[in-house]
T-cell receptor
Framework: KQEVTQIPAALSVPEGENLVLNCSFT??????LQWFRQDPGKGLTSLLL?????REQTSGRLNASLDKSSGRSTLYIAASQPGDSATYLC??????????FGKGITLSVRP | DTEVTQTPKHLVMGMTNKKSLKCEQH?????MYWYKQKAKKPPELMFV???????INESVPSRFSPECPNSSLLNLHLHALQPEDSALYLC?????????????FGSGTRLTVV
């Protein structure tokens, strides 16, 4: 059974800092991994989708990497801003397209 | 159109009421999903429709009844809910039933059962 772990559960950083959010998964037989952002009480916004054949995906200040062999993905946020404050979830599709989510990392960027 | 639209955004209902949540997408996606999310928890899968047929029911109580009238529309009918059913209900879609091309989520319906 696929398990997805995100540690730590919460992170607080000063504005302008570059930061890395980690995601690990137990079953490396995945064909993609998706990073989402969730603001309080809102839906999930897709940030980046990395296919298993890719090692990195970039969108603006965000860069996600995927290492299937080690069961890890990282989301790099450059020059963090208070507007980046949110919960970040990683997810992988499992059998029958069921998405397995990590518990999320709640990020707070202090002005 | 690259969105999944959910209505209503907020819903308060009594335990004897009947209400429905609606989800719509016009991306040509053929798989649609209902998720339930409690505070500070990740979303939990409830139902999957693939090519308009129910393919997964995650042992959801019968007071939740999904319906997929066509490939663009997904409904969740609610009846005789309990206060513990209060949660954020998220709809999602994907191009096909594999999730290979990723998932698009809606903004959710915040449901409060009183």
């Amino acid at each position: 059974k696929q398990e997805v772990t995100q540690i730590p559960a919460a992170l607080s950083v000063p504005e302008g800092e570059n930061l890395v959010l980690n995601c690990s998964f137990t079953d490396s037989a995945i064909y993609n991994l998706q990073w989402f952002r969730q603001d309080p009480g809102k839906g999930l916004t897709s940030l980046l989708l990395i296919q298993s054949s890719q090692r990195e995906q970039t969108s603006g200040r965000l860069n996600a990497s995927l290492d299937k062999s080690s069961g890890r993905s990282t989301l790099y946020i450059a020059a963090s801003q208070p507007g980046d404050s949110a919960t970040y979830l990683c997810a992988v599709p499992s059998v029958n397209s069921k998405l397995t989510f990590g518990k999320g990392i709640t990020l707070s960027v202090r002005p | 159109d690259t969105e999944v639209t959910q209505t209503p955004k907020h819903l308060v209902m009594g335990m004897t009421n009947k209400k429905s949540l609606k989800c719509e997408q016009h991306m040509g996606h053929r798989a649609m999903y209902w998720y339930k999310q409690k505070a500070k928890k990740p979303p939990e899968l409830m139902f999957v429709y693939s090519y308009e047929k129910l393919s997964i029911n995650e042992s959801v109580p019968s007071r939740f009844s999904p319906e997929c009238p066509n490939s663009s529309l997904l409904n969740l009918h609610l009846h005789a809910l309990q206060p513990e059913d209060s949660a954020l209900y998220l709809c999602a879609s994907s191009l096909d039933g594999t999730g290979y091309y990723g998932y698009t989520f809606g903004s959710g319906t915040r449901l409060t059962v009183v």
